[in-house]
């Protein structure tokens, strides 16, 4: 009597059907999903200022939520784009911040705009936009030069 191999069927002989395959997508032709489980602490909701702040992060998150994230990257960084953030300025900045030891060193570290000074500073792992810090008194990176 023929063995059966787990997981896959096989016809009535007993021969098993090719694998199935599995369509790969672009997340780039998809809209980010956010994630807020892995912020640093200073960097939370708790510490973002008073103000207006909260309509325009709603917001800002809805409407980058529309749109795929290759639209997003066609963006200018003071609309609904993003803009890279050299990993020095957060780890050379006087306040003491250092970047978290689950953000390889390989993987840009993106920021997003919203309001007049808010910030979503974070990493995009496919689809997931993983937010790491929330900046609303811009003190978390140098923003000169």
Not at 42 to 52: I, K, N, P, S, W
Not at 106 to 130: H, K, P, T, Y
Not at 137 to 144: N, R, S, T, V
Request: aromatic share 8%; charged share 30%.
């Amino acid at each position: 009597m023929a063995r059966r191999l787990k997981g896959r069927q096989g016809d009535r002989c007993g021969r098993l059907a090719p694998p199935i395959a599995t369509p790969t997508v672009d997340t780039d032709d998809l809209p980010p999903v956010f994630a807020f489980n892995l912020m640093q602490p200073g960097y939370t909701l708790e510490q973002c200022r008073a103000g207006d702040w909260p309509l325009h992060f709603i917001e800002a998150v809805w409407r980058r939520a529309q749109v795929p994230w290759r639209d997003i990257r066609m963006q200018d960084h003071r609309a609904l784009g993003t803009e890279t953030l050299p990993r020095r300025k957060v780890e050379r900045h006087p306040n003491g911040t250092s970047v978290p030891d689950h953000i390889k060193k390989d993987e840009a570290i993106l920021v997003m705009r919203f309001g007049e000074s808010g910030r979503m500073v974070g990493v995009r792992r496919g689809r997931l936009f993983q937010v790491i810090w929330l900046d609303t008194c811009m003190k978390l990176y140098d923003h000169g030069a």
